[in-house]
Each structure stands twice: as structure tokens, then as C-alpha cells.
């Protein structure tokens, strides 16, 4: 088992904020006991939502299947508690809509669909039959993109996969999800991988830690070495957005995904540790995605802990679970303050794409007065993806969308590095996603 330790090897842009993780990061996953009620949207993922095929009225136990794929890039939801099925409605989203959701009342019995259980000869499965078992357990990547792994685990014979990639980056500030899932979960997350290894055959299989989690280096490799996996384990150097696919990439191969591309069009495919733990889970245990890892912290939570939480429980409910608010808390995120979502309800449920809720005080926020760009460069610098945002940012405000587009808007991967640094203070990542929204609008149309 080769340990490496890439010291220089890295990507252009990135910045370094304060990595708050010592709140959580010592702390083992907390295993939070099931609600009296869950709201399941019926989209949690990238693609075509999911077909209720449930009714109100209906008796479900965890782990029934809620909806039927929309398409092959959708995957179906699953109840997370046992009880009936009180309503079928739009209910508010942590992404900022409505979405159709399923909502069930417990019966406090917590009985499992008795489907779920170990499969003895899951060896036996073809990796089609791999995949479908992958798609109809709901998998979508856990790292927070929520993007339907049947589909990214089969790319195109035109396109082979040389290089597998196992995400525990977890650079965001502030989250420690997937450090704890590796420190207490690397045997099934090793297994997982193993199992998607068998579907792609790629020539190389990396795992990649950013060095300061040196315990899950170790942790990983010692439980590769037991599964008897092929592969490295390297330790990179801490730099925001070193977990982001085509920056850990270019950091651990030298290639660079083209402008437009994807990680198959230079051979590699990259999984989130999370993912994995999912995909071992699915394939021999039969389970579908009924839960996950999520972190609970900021400095405006009284107790900031890292638990395990059915999918569809509300902030509010987790957030009790770990004190409440302070005094003083101003700002509620789904995910970390680089990235994350703002709340403007804590009637939200967690999704599979939610890796923490991160609660700020108001010494924590960072309130600025938008002031005139003066032509520093930091944006320029700092963005990872080689844009220029400030150029854009004026692009769009003046709804210049195409021209915004030969700029490279639909590049951005909205990393918040940009507004980050600019002394100014303007709303660089809101201007890239309304950007983006904008020019994929128009793309849609002339199609």
C-alpha cells in the first residue's frame, strides 16, 4: 500500500479561509433516533424527479420505495421511518423552491421494509446488474453535487476510465462529515470503493485526503490494505477548493478537464467517500439511501456535533438534537459558509445532498457594503477555474448574457473563492449563478 504525500503538485487559484473544523472534527457520529415525521421531495438530485407511486393513506416501513425514476438520469426516494402517508405536496426546499414532497407520520415502530437485507451473493452481479441495484437504492453523489451515481459509474466506451478518484477532500470550512465517516466507517467505505472498481476497471485507483486529517490517512490506507485494494493513498496539501473534481484532478494527475468537459474526457472519474459507503451499503446490504452524516456547527449551535440523520428530518429537528441556537445566531446554512445555502425556514428537510448545517453567529458573518471594483486582480488570482469574475459579474449585471458565455460563466463552479478575496465586497457568486441560469436558459431554448 503506497502512502504519498503531494506537497507542490496542486492547481492554480484557490484561497486558504480559517478551516474551523475543531468544533467537530473530534467528535464521533451520532446516531439521532428517528422523527415523528418526514418531508421526502421527490427530487434530491441532478436530473429528472422522481413519480410518486405511493398515495395518501398508504402504510410504508423504512426502506419502501417512494417514487419510480423519472428517466435513467433519476433515481427514485425511499421512506426513512415507518408510518402513513399524510400528504403528497409542494413543501419548501433547502435549495430555495417548493418541490413535491412526500410527507409520513411515524408510528414510532421504526419497522423495515424486509427487503433490506444482506444479498449472500451479490458477488455473482454483473456491473449492469450492479448499477441497477446502485440506481433503485436512490444513490446520488453524497459530497453535495447529488448527482445520480448509476450514471457517472457508466461512462461511454468512447470514453474508458484509466483513473478512479476517492474524494475525502472535504475542503469546505467548517465541515467534518466525511473526516468522521473515514475514521469510523473506512472498511465499508473502502468496500464500496472496491465495488465500483469492479465496474470501471480503471488502471489507477488514488485515494485523496487533504493532509490535515492525517488520522484518516492512515485509517484509509490501513483499511485498504486489509480489503487488499490496489491503490494510493495521498495526503494533499490544504487549499480551498482542493475536493472540487477538476481541481483535485488536475492536483493528483496534471490533466486538465477542457472548458465545457467532464472528468471522463481525461479518463478519470472522481467519488465522494460518503458515496462509496453508500454504494457498499446498496449493493451487498440492499439498502437504499434512508440517511446520512451530516455536521451540526458554527458557533451559533449550542452543541456543534456530527450526526447520523434520516433523510427528510427538519433542521429544526436536528438542530434540537444539538442544544438549539445561541443568542446571538444570525445565519442558518446547508453546507459550509463557502458554498452553503441560506435558510430563510428551519421547516426544511435534510436531502441527500446535505453534508452540514452550519449555523454563524453574527460575529461569524461577514457583512459588506458593495463598493466599486478597483481593479485588483484577487478575483482573477483566486479563481480556480482560470475566469475572470469581475468581468463577468459587469456581464451580466448588464445582461450581456452572451458575451458573458464566451467568458466562461458556465465554468464557474460557484466555489465562492472570488467573492472571498474581492475587497469591494461584490456579489461575484450570485452574479455567476444568475449567469448561468440565464445563458443555460437561452442555450435551452435555441435547442
Partial sequence: MELRLFARRSFRGGVHPPENKSLTEHKPIEILPPPAMVVIPVQQHIGAPGKPI?????????????TEPGGYVSVPVHASISGTVKAIEPRPHPLGTSVLSIVIEGDGQDQWSPEVQEDPNWQQLTAEEIRDRIQMAGLAGMGGAAFPTHVKLSPPPNKPIDTFILNGAECEPYLTADHRLMLEYSEEIVRGMAIMLRILRPKRAIIAIEDN???????????????????????????????????????????????????????????????????????????????????????????????????????????????????????????????????????????????????????????RREAACIRCGRCVDACPMGLMPTAIYHLVKHKRFDEAQEYGVLDCIECGSCAYVCPAGLPLVHAMKFGKLEVSKRMRAAS
Fill in 213 to 367: 486529517k492525517m488520522d484518516a490517512v492512515r485509517v484509509m490506507r490501513e483499511a485498504a490494505g486489509k480489503e487488499g485494494l490496489n491503490c494510493e493513498v495521498v495526503a494533499l496539501p490544504v487549499k480551498y477548493p482542493q475536493g472540487a473534481e477538476k481541481q483535485l484532478i488536475k492536483a493528483l494527475t496534471g490533466r486538465e478537464v477542457p472548458r465545457g468537459g467532464l472528468p471522463m474526457d481525461v479518463g478519470c472519474l472522481v467519488q465522494n467517500v460518503g458515496t462509496a459507503r453508500a454504494v457498499y451499503h446498496a449493493v451487498q446490504k440492499r439498502r437504499p439511501v434512508v440517511d446520512r452524516v451530516v455536521t451540526v456547527t458554527g458557533r451559533g449551535v449550542a452543541e456543534p456535533k456530527n450526526v447520523l440523520v434520516r433523510i427528510g428530518s427538519s433542521f429544526a429537528y436536528v438542530l434540537e438534537h444539538c442544544g438549539g441556537l445561541r443568542d446571538g445566531a444570525a445565519r442558518v446554512l446547508m453546507g459550509g459558509p463557502m458554498m452553503g445555502i441560506a435558510q430563510f425556514t428551519l421547516d426544511v428537510p435534510v436531502v441527500k445532498g446535505t453534508s452540514g448545517i452550519v449555523v454563524l453567529s453574527q460575529e461569524e458573518v461577514r457583512e
Fill in 54 to 66: 405511493v398515495q395518501v393513506g398508504d402504510t410504508v416501513r423504512v426502506g419502501d420505495r417512494l
